[in-house]
């Protein structure tokens, strides 16, 4: 049981900072921001779950049926992440590429602190072995937001970040991808590669707050796992669900800002022309229907939006959105394996995809491109897909991030490459200036 006690805040912004900084404190962190941005699907403004009073960590080997018996057991909050390796208990798969960063693959918590965010208003739910503690952690978060001008972080030496894998090479591996797509093997795979930094260290809590003030994105996630930490500014939503209605909307297309107003609407405008980007767009839509069909009720799978396009701080995106209905006592844990991963981070047809990303990528996604989110006590869930992320492993002094682009028989490598760069800007701008 929990003991919900709701405050009034005065500065939003000033509160959500501190909040975050109050939490250095614990083991376990999960901090999920919408940045403001209006969402017909998400439930607040932004929550914080922090102190595990249990927990759940394991490899990919029967992971979801783990994952299935904890949330069954628990019925109450938990938040965690889903790796992208998931993918080897979904599918006869493999995961044997390089992996620097050694995060587990699965990591969930019920959290014995949760504070929501809804509208000017902090709500605490503790649970009641430690609910007599609401009111001077009220108070401390307070205090903490009235000396934040004093906080300085320290000026740390700069980042020398590498590539995994260099310009000539990755045209090389696009051309060996496009010869699967021509030789009809698929349609369509999104192909990433790793950027990287060793012996570093960050302040990963300086490097969130920096990163998300660049991007300001609708689905922000700070992850905190003892040592391993995921910070993240995604615009994506994975899946969500309210009650027995799913959403899942994907993105594919994207188009840099420009200063100029004119200028910046003609690119928006263009992206929403564009037939590649489009394509992509449509190609995910109907892996995602196939997805939702899994777990849907007969009929139920529909599109309410197709190739919209949104603008974030940093770029245009084309997204769509997809729904389904499930029924009553389908399990939650069992509709998100019916559709893992998520169609924009594999490619079409799914499996074979998969194979072949795993064939010609360098590095182990691992955390980047799975999902960051919750579970509710009334089967409810919300999980973004962690893309426009840095991951950090502190005792290693390892820091990554990976950026990806969806290759069609269309695709030009010198394009492609270069979109990479576009949505590397932001981490990269934010590590070499901490």
Known sequence: MRKSITYSITDLPQFKEALLLWSKQFYEVVWLDSNGHADAYGKFEGVLAVD???????????????????????????????????????????????????????????????????GAKARFEYLN??????????????????????????????????????????????????????RGDIYEANFCQEFYATDTEIDPFTTYKNLNVISKPPFAAFLKNNDTYVLCASPER???????????????????????????????????KDEKERAENIMIVDLVRNDLSKSALKGSVTVKELCKVYTFEQVHQMISTISSEVAMDKNPVEIIKESFPMGSMTGAPKIAAMKIIEELEATKRGVYSGAIGYFSPSNDFD????????????????????????????????????????????MRQVLENQ
Not at 78 to 107: A, H, M, P, R, W
Not at 150 to 170: L, S
Not at 387 to 416: D, Q, W
Request: include cysteine; glycine fraction near 4%.
């Open 52 to 118: 595990a009073l249990t927990s759940i960590e394991t490899d990919a080997e029967d992971s979801f049926e783990n994952l299935k018996e904890y949330q069954e057991t628990t019925q109450d909050w938990i938040f965690g992440y889903l790796s992208y390796d998931l993918k080897n208990d979904v599918e006869v798969l493999t995961s044997q590429n390089d992996d620097g960063l050694g995060f587990s693959d699965l990591f969930f918590f019920q959290p014995k602190k949760l504070v929501f965010i809804e």
């Open 129 to 182: 072995l430690v609910s007599e503690e609401v009111e001077k952690d009220f108070n401390t978060i307070l205090a903490i937001a009235g000396d934040l001008e004093e906080v300085q972080a320290t000026k740390k030496p700069p980042i020398r970040i590498r590539m995994r894998i260099f310009k000539d090479q990755y045209f090389k591996r696009i051309d060996q991808m496009l010869a699967h797509i021509y």
């Open 238 to 272: 994975y899946l969500n669900k309210e009650g027995t209605t799913i959403t899942s909307q994907p993105i594919k297309g994207t188009a840099k800002r420009a200063e100029d107003l004119k200028e910046d609407a003609l690119l928006k405008n263009e992206l929403a």
């Open 383 to 426: 999980f973004n897909v962690v893309i426009r992320s840095i991951l950090y492993n502190a005792s290693e002094k390892y820091v990554s991030f990976s950026v990806g682009g969806a290759i069609t028989a269309k695709a030009s490598p010198e394009k492609e490459y270069e979109e990479c760069l576009l949505k590397a800007k932001a």
